[in-house]
């Protein structure tokens, strides 16, 4: 089983739109998790990272559930310049902080 | 800008050739992690340098292999190059207090 699973998509949404993706971890002992965001043959950038229950940053809201093992990201009110690969991030087993565990990653257009 | 510069940018290999790849971590760092990502998957780790030692490995074969120097930098090593080697390599790095790991630019390799 991968370490972290998510959904592909690709999820395309009219501007303005409320848009959530999630995604699943297998290490039940980590503490912190993070969305990167990638935009096209760029590298990943962090969007936001997730400690506790959740972590809101203006439009983007992270949320963690611990018993169920699922991280989820909302953005409301969609931004044209959203669109991007969304990357789940759980870190590695016992490990100094930059071993990442990463999802295939969930690809976002938003259309005007 | 992250302060963590890779070079080349890209770079076109024959198979069966060697290949080195160079990152310079942001200052003040002393931790410094290799990903290898393919086209539409999220990147997987190779592996993780810190203080100049491996720290780790992801599954990767042992013609992947590294290098850390005193003043942090790292190369990423690949011999026998394979076609499905071919990918955008990612360089990390984070110091142990901090909570982001910051990416470069990435190289990407095409192996022909």
């Known amino acids: 089983r991968k370490e972290v699973e998510q959904d592909p998509g690709p999820f395309n949404v009219p501007e303005g739109a409320t848009v959530a993706f999630n995604c699943t971890y297998s290490?039940?002992?980590?503490?912190?998790f993070f969305w990167y965001r990638q935009d096209c043959r760029k590298e990943p950038k962090l969007l936001m990272s997730?400690?506790?229950s959740g972590n809101e940053d203006g439009r983007f809201t992270a949320q963690l559930n611990r018993a169920s093992q699922y991280i989820s990201l909302l953005i409301r009110d969609s931004k044209l310049s959203d669109s991007a690969t969304y990357l789940c991030?759980?870190?590695?087993?016992?490990?100094?902080?930059?071993?990442?565990?990463f999802g295939r990653g969930t690809q976002l257009t938003v259309w005007p | 800008e992250t302060g963590v510069t890779q070079s080349p940018t890209h770079l076109i290999k024959t198979r069966g050739q060697q290949v080195t790849l160079r990152c310079s971590s942001q200052?003040?760092?002393?931790?410094v992690s290799w990903y290898q990502q393919a086209l539409g998957q999220g990147p997987q780790f190779i592996f993780q340098?810190?203080?100049?030692?491996?720290?780790g490995r992801g599954n990767f074969p042992p013609r992947f292999s590294g290098l850390q120097f005193p003043n942090y930098s790292s190369e990423l090593n690949v011999n026998a190059l394979e076609l499905d080697d071919s990918a955008l390599y990612l360089c990390?790095?984070?110091?142990?207090?901090?909570?982001?790991?910051?990416f470069g630019q990435g190289t990407r390799l095409t192996v022909v």
């Open positions: 990390a790095s984070s110091s142990q207090k901090d909570t982001e790991a910051f």
């Open positions: 200052s003040g760092h002393n931790t």
């Open positions: 290490n039940s002992a980590s503490q912190s």
């Open positions: 340098y810190y203080r100049e030692e491996e720290n």
């Open positions: 997730v400690y506790s």
């Open positions: 991030v759980a870190p590695g087993r016992g490990s100094t902080l930059g071993r990442l565990y």
